[in-house]
């Protein structure tokens, strides 16, 4: 696949105010994104999000290195050539940034003014947009008067007015609650799919990341941590930046304090099983445990979905005669992640980071 946008050894330092350290924002950042794909862009704030995003459309530029969109490095171009490369980049906003003064369809139309588009042109595709991002029936209404789905819509709508191949997305559902994000992500995934636009999604959220995201780069002070295909990154966290955001979304790994509540519930072995595509399923746990002669009792846990792939964890009290357990939980190991907390009477020391809890199941 081709890469739309490069990233080659990009830097931005921001001057420091007064005797105050420069900033380094983006920090030797190498990165392609792929034309036709979503990308999304995780870190904590602070991290240089906004700012690598800005430089694809050259509204911050390069301190150092490049980055080359669509074949053109912009480190070198004035203003005067920048314009057609920004014109085919759309961006979407957190606060939406939309024209109070102007209609929902006044504010599409905007961008096809200022590039020239004769009123029926502008009419007609303005009248397309809106019914594209369902909101053909808010045309004449002001922005003041719609939810906060509705004018991300219309920021959507305007973004995709003079048909960019690419659209930026900083922190666009961060505003938005969570059933009207989804509804919004929905919406950016139909652009990606059927409008074949390259989507540059920036959050601090991993659902976002999660629900939507065909490769993520993982940002830390203004570097790229860990890049790769969303479900690997998740599935396979190499960097505790890329861990804490996984624990703190999935919420499916008991915390100490939740062991110790399942230890006084439960007299027998709990175990914590990873679920995913490659290794284990619900199906796998059921047939290792037939096979050994154990009764197993899902007592936490959750499956979900990362890049529309399984993932989670469930944890099970284990209870058999003999060496059963024992076997089973050896066979689990073999085919996958297993996380051994022992019995109330003979807890596993705990290992591995506490994560916040989450839902537990009750006998
Ligand atoms: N115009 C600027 N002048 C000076 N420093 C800046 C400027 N813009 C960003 N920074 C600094 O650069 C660093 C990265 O900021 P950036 O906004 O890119 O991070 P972010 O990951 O998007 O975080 P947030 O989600 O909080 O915006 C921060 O330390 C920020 O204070």
């Not at 921001?14 to 900033?23: H, I, K, L, S, W």
């Not at 390259?198 to 976002?208: L, S």
């Not at 499916?252 to 110790?260: E, F, G, H, K, Q």
């Amino acid at each position: 696949m081709t890469s739309i946008i490069s990233f080659r050894d990009a830097t931005k330092v921001f001057p420091g105010r007064g005797r105050g350290q420069d900033v380094r924002a983006v920090d030797g950042v190498t990165l392609d994104v792929r034309a036709g794909e979503i990308f999304g862009v995780i870190g904590y704030s602070g991290a240089g999000k906004s700012t690598l995003v800005r430089l694809i459309n050259a509204l911050e530029r390069v301190t150092s290195g490049d980055v080359v969109v669509d074949g053109v490095p912009l480190a070198s171009l004035g203003e005067a050539r920048l314009r057609p490369v920004r014109a085919g980049i759309g961006m979407i906003f957190q606060q939406f940034n939309l024209l109070a003064s102007r209609t929902v369809a006044g504010n599409v139309a905007y961008p096809l003014e200022v590039a020239g588009w004769s009123r029926a042109r502008r009419a007609a595709r303005v009248a397309e947009l809106l019914d594209f991002v369902g909101i053909g029936e808010k045309a004449g209404a002001y922005p003041s008067t719609l939810s906060g789905g509705q004018k991300q819509r219309v920021g959507i709508a305007r973004a995709l007015a003079t048909e960019p191949r690419i659209l930026l997305a900083d922190e666009a559902t961060s505003a938005l609650d969570p059933e009207t994000t989804q509804d919004v992500l929905a919406l950016l995934q139909r652009v990606n799919r059927e409008l074949g636009i390259t989507v540059v999604v920036i959050t601090h959220e991993m659902d976002v990341v999660r629900s939507i995201c065909h490769r993520v780069a993982v940002m830390e002070h203004g570097q790229v941590v860990e890049v790769g295909d969303a479900y690997q990154v998740f599935s396979a966290p190499g960097h505790e930046v890329t861990r804490r955001f996984v624990e703190t979304a999935l919420r499916d790994r008991p915390s100490s304090a939740v062991l110790a509540r399942l230890r006084k519930r439960h007299a027998g072995r709990i175990v914590t099983v990873g679920v995913d595509e490659v290794a284990g399923s619900s199906a796998v746990l059921t047939r290792v445990l037939r096979e050994h002669g154990v009764d197993g009792t899902v007592v936490y846990g959750g499956i979900t979905e990362v890049a529309e792939r399984p993932y989670g964890s469930l944890t099970v009290e284990l209870v058999g005669g003999g060496g059963a357990v024992e076997g089973a939980v050896a066979a689990l190991r073999a085919v996958t992640s297993v996380a051994d907390h022992g019995t109330a009477a003979h807890p596993a020391p705990d290992a591995g980071p506490v994560t916040p809890p989450g839902k537990e199941t009750k006998r």
